[in-house]
């Protein structure tokens, strides 16, 4: 198990390196002579400044899922969310209906009811016995190949317990930088940000990445991923 301290320590470091990376092209830019140059230094600072906030976002998720797993957490003593990302495994096994039980796998091999039964029977042993197992959640539940969106960033931060009321709110800067960027990626040659739109793009994507990390500090700090206590009555 890790200490809280070297998780928020880790945060802290790829949030400096992405910034120490970010800064010196604005200021490049901002001192560029020639407009051809100042140009290309907008169009480059739009696309890490996105590259960066998607790999943070992405990155801290996973540090946080990797710290949840360390703590020997039992589901019992888990919040829902947080219970039920350990138990991915188990919900998609009860949802595949490719799953068919062997005994009935030629016989009634179309019979959807009675595999859906099967499926049930075993998703109920499997739940018995994952109550008193540790949390183990799968990299898989917060994969995604979807490009960063604020969606996206909510879905994350959802499936792993994590608030996401203050995301909605960043919604319309993320957005446009996703935009930008992707005309820029794409090859739109006249796609050049303006002074403003470049500093408000990098403005959210710092303020993006240190909201992240505060609401992750702040779970891991205050165990935020453990079941509330129930008060007992006086």
Known sequence: MRSVDAVVGDLESDR???EAELRPIERLAGAA????????LKRSLVLLTYSH????????????????NSLGLSCEA?????????MSDVFKALRDT??????FSRSLADDRAVHMVAREQIFVDRTRE????????????IETHYSLTTDVLRKLMFQVGLKTDEVEPRRGPIERLKHVRNAIAHGDRLKVPSDEDTAMYLSTAIDM???LQHEITFALTNETYLKPVESQPA
Do not use: W
Not at 98 to 103: A, D, Q, S
């Open 130 to 141: 994952f109550f008193s197992q540790v949390i183990n959640i799968p990299d898989a539940l």
């Open 209 to 211: 990445i240190g909201f």
């Open 53 to 68: 906030l998607e790999g943070f976002c992405r990155f801290a998720i996973s540090t946080y899922v990797s710290a949840l």
């Open 33 to 40: 002579e020639l407009e051809t140059e100042r140009k290309m």
């Open 78 to 86: 888990a919040t829902a969310a947080v219970a039920a990302a350990g």
């Open 98 to 103: 490719n799953n068919k039980h062997p005994l």
């Open 16 to 18: 400096l390196s992405r």
